[in-house]
């Protein structure tokens, strides 16, 4: 299932954004969806993951307390919450199917196409 991101743009220091992750299959409800994201020239990084009933959420350290992920499973959507975004935050966001091992999520399938949050100082 190939996922695509959306919602992203420029916003102040402590401003807040909401990033949207489309699917095209309904069976996109029956999957662990995350968000990640990645500067350029750098590793791509988790940021936060939701189980497919939406009952369990995981968060990087770094966006614990400002990032919120939930779903709407009827209308095949995930969403990124963030809220006092700070410079570092700044990157290109993607979402992905999941899977779960050995504590650490890993995105499977291949990835869609991300969307740039930029956060000005």
């Known amino acids: 299932v190939q996922l695509q991101a959306s919602g992203g743009g420029l916003v102040q220091a402590g401003g807040s954004l909401r990033l949207s992750c489309a699917a095209s299959?309904?069976?996109?409800?029956?999957?662990?969806v995350g968000w990640f994201r990645q500067a350029s020239g750098k590793e791509r990084e988790f940021v936060a993951a939701i189980t497919w009933r939406g009952d369990f959420t995981y968060y990087a350290d770094s966006v614990k307390g400002r990032f919120t992920i939930s779903r709407d499973n009827a209308q095949d959507t995930v969403y990124l919450q963030m809220n006092n975004l700070k410079p570092e935050d700044t990157d290109v966001y993607f979402c992905?199917?999941?899977?779960?091992?050995?504590?650490?999520?890993?995105?499977?399938?291949?990835w869609g196409q991300g969307t740039l949050v930029t956060v000005s100082s």
């Open positions: 992905a199917t999941v899977l779960r091992r050995d504590g650490s999520w890993y995105p499977v399938g291949a």
């Open positions: 299959e309904r069976t996109f409800s029956y999957i662990a």
